[in-house]
Nanobody, 124 residues
């Protein structure tokens, strides 16, 4: 009943920028959920990237992306964003949008809904 649809992934050179989008739809209000982004690199487990509270008043970032990535949301547009700048080859991963009905979307264990994943590839 709740769908998360991602867009904006692609191929970018190191040092470049890319913005990911996640549209939330279904019989729900996006404001019900803390929203987050996770990623999985080849041969690695899924890891937390960033999250944002239900009102958008607070954000959290993994140490590896602090100062480079910015998460935001527009509840009126049912959309969450991840602006990625100063991209590095190690940022290459499948990025997943996630919705947390109870917690703050800072851990995958509490995620209620996942997007399909979108590939981000950063070349040297």
């Amino acid at each position: 009943q709740v769908q998360l649809v991602e867009s904006g992934g692609g191929l970018v050179q190191a040092g470049g920028s890319l913005e990911l989008f996640c549209a939330v739809s279904g019989r729900t209000f996006i404001s019900r959920y803390a929203m987050g982004w996770f990623r999985r690199s080849p041969g690695k487990e899924r890891e937390f990237v960033s999250s944002i509270t239900r009102s958008g008043s607070s954000t959290t970032y993994a140490d590896s992306v602090k100062g480079r990535f910015t998460i935001s949301r527009d509840n009126a547009k049912n959309t969450v964003y991840l602006q990625m700048s100063s991209l590095k080859p190690e940022d290459t991963a499948v990025y997943y949008c996630a919705a947390d009905v109870a917690g703050g979307a800072t851990t995958s264990h509490g995620i209620a809904y996942w997007g399909q994943g979108t590939q981000v590839t950063v070349s040297s």
